[in-house]
């Protein structure tokens, strides 16, 4: 089965951090995806990346960044991170047909 | 702009047949695609279509109609373990995939 691991299931920062999102997946997949949910909003896309140093921003990459510096790791930093950057965040990577697999998210506060 | 609408909360019993939709307006269009949600949990892919027709996975079963820019997912004999939210996704690209807001489904015995 496919895995994408994400390095932190719940995180508390402080307003003015930078703060790092790992994932990691496991079956070559050349697409890799970084969504924030929230209540009644769904999933938005911040970044996505289709090939290692290759990225294209999402709907909402204002405030975000992204690093692809080998094809099984995907991370998404905040620069200084804000209140309303509170949210649960899902790394997902794609195979060579339409599916996503997701990880399990991380829930970040930000203080 | 781009923007899927889904309905945010679908009640149904036990044993029953639910259907939920999704209109969709992209700039693009690669196929639709459901995912189902747990509470707590990861969103699961579902069922994918690219073609006008219906496409049926078990007890889940996924239509669409390009021209009309809609499709629903049905699911049919309902159980408890099926409550959870159902998001509808477009591909506006090859590479990117538009989420609607999400349906959460409530089975009731």
């Known amino acids: 089965d496919v895995k994408v691991t994400q390095s932190s299931r719940y995180l508390v920062k402080r307003t003015g951090e930078k703060v790092f999102l790992e994932c990691v997946q496991d079956?070559?997949?050349?697409?890799m995806f970084w969504y924030r949910q929230d209540p009644g909003l769904g999933l938005r896309l911040i970044y996505f990346?289709?090939?290692?140093?290759?990225?294209e921003k999402g709907d909402i990459p204002e405030g975000y960044s992204v690093s692809r510096e080998k094809k099984e790791r995907f991370s998404l930093i905040l620069e200084s991170a804000s209140t309303n950057q509170t949210s649960m965040y899902l790394c997902?990577?794609?195979?060579?047909?339409?599916?996503?697999?997701f990880g399990s998210g991380t829930q970040l506060s930000v203080l | 702009g781009q923007s899927l609408e889904q309905p945010s909360e679908v009640t149904a019993v036990e044993g029953a047949i639910v259907q939920i939709n999704c209109t969709y307006q992209?700039?693009?269009?690669?196929?639709l695609s459901w995912y189902q949600q747990h509470d707590g949990g990861a969103p699961t892919f579902l069922s994918y279509?690219?073609?006008?027709g219906l496409e049926e996975t078990g007890r889940f079963s996924s239509f669409l109609s390009r021209s009309d820019s809609y499709g629903y997912l049905l699911l049919q004999e309902l159980q408890m373990k099926d409550s959870a939210s159902y998001f509808c996704?477009?591909?506006?690209?090859?590479?990117?995939?538009?989420f609607g807001s999400g349906t959460r489904l409530l089975v009731r015995p």
């Open positions: 997902a990577s794609r195979d060579r047909g339409e599916k996503l697999f």
């Open positions: 079956m070559d997949h050349e697409n």
């Open positions: 990346s289709y090939d290692v140093k290759m990225k």
């Open positions: 992209t700039s693009g269009f690669y196929g």
């Open positions: 279509n690219a073609l006008d």
């Open positions: 996704a477009v591909g506006d690209s090859s590479y990117k995939l538009i």
